[in-house]
T-cell receptor, first 108, second 115 residues
Framework: DAKTTQPPSMDCAEGRAANLPCNHS???????VYWYRQIHSQGPQYIIH???NNETNEMASLIITEDRKSSTLILPHATLRDTAVYYC?????????FGTGTRLTIIP | DAGVTQSPTHLIKTRGQHVTLRCSPI?????VSWYQQVLGQGPQFIFQ???????GRGNFPDRFSARQFPNYSSELNVNALLLGDSALYLC??????????????FGEGSWLTVV
């Protein structure tokens, strides 16, 4: 199974861009990268996903390196409500494999 | 539009009992997957069902079983409950199988406490 590695915690000032890295060096060619966040053990909230190309939506941008071994989630203007645990996940046909996540704290 | 709905939201069971958790996917979604999240850890994959067939299974004992109905709703059953089964059980749905690139949506989960 493709594994993901994330820093356990990060801080970001309110209003600044939050850049969350993820290493997935064993990812295979047909595995997608997904990002979710979870607040207070609620259900994980979908943020964004991609295969090879960079992606952007109303919540965030996903930058995937050319060799696909790592990616970065960018929250362009962090707010206090972005404080959560962020999970980088790789998906294959049979399962989703969650890592340990990054606890992002937005500082006023 | 209704999202992924799970029931019950909270329940308490005694060791040795069994439990059934239910999940209704988003309308039109044919894939349902189940996860166990122990406090302080990330979710762990249990099962995926697609088109009413099991398509993937995580590293869980045979006490855990699931099924998917013709309307694509799903049940997760756990027999002979242990204290260690206490967790948040999450259900997720998507149009296609996991790995197909579809957006995967999670429900709010069912909190199970085993005493």
């Amino acid at each position: 199974d493709a594994k993901t590695t994330q820093p356990p915690s990060m801080d970001c000032a309110e209003g600044r861009a939050a850049n969350l890295p993820c290493n997935h060096s064993t990812i295979s060619g047909n595995e997608y990268v997904y990002w979710y966040r979870q607040i207070h053990s609620q259900g994980p909230q979908y943020i964004i996903h991609g295969l090879k190309n960079n992606e952007t939506n109303e919540m965030a941008s996903l930058i995937i390196t050319e060799d696909r071994k790592s990616s970065t989630l960018i929250l362009p203007h962090a707010t206090l409500r972005d404080t959560a645990v962020y999970y980088c996940i790789v998906s294959r046909n049979e399962k989703l494999t969650f890592g340990t996540g990054t606890r992002l704290t937005i500082i006023p | 539009d209704a999202g992924v709905t799970q029931s019950p939201t909270h329940l308490i069971k005694t060791r040795g009992q069994h439990v059934t958790l239910r999940c209704s996917p988003i309308s039109g979604h044919k894939s349902v997957s189940w996860y166990q999240q122990v406090l302080g850890q990330g979710p762990q994959f249990i099962f995926q069902y697609y088109e009413k067939e099991e398509r993937g299974r995580g590293n869980f004992p045979d006490r855990f079983s699931a099924r998917q109905f013709p309307n694509y709703s799903s049940e997760l059953n756990v027999n002979a409950l242990l204290l260690g089964d206490s967790a948040l059980y999450l259900c997720a749905s998507s149009l296609g199988q996991l790995g197909s690139g579809n957006t995967i949506y999670f429900g709010e989960g069912s909190w199970l406490t085993v005493v």
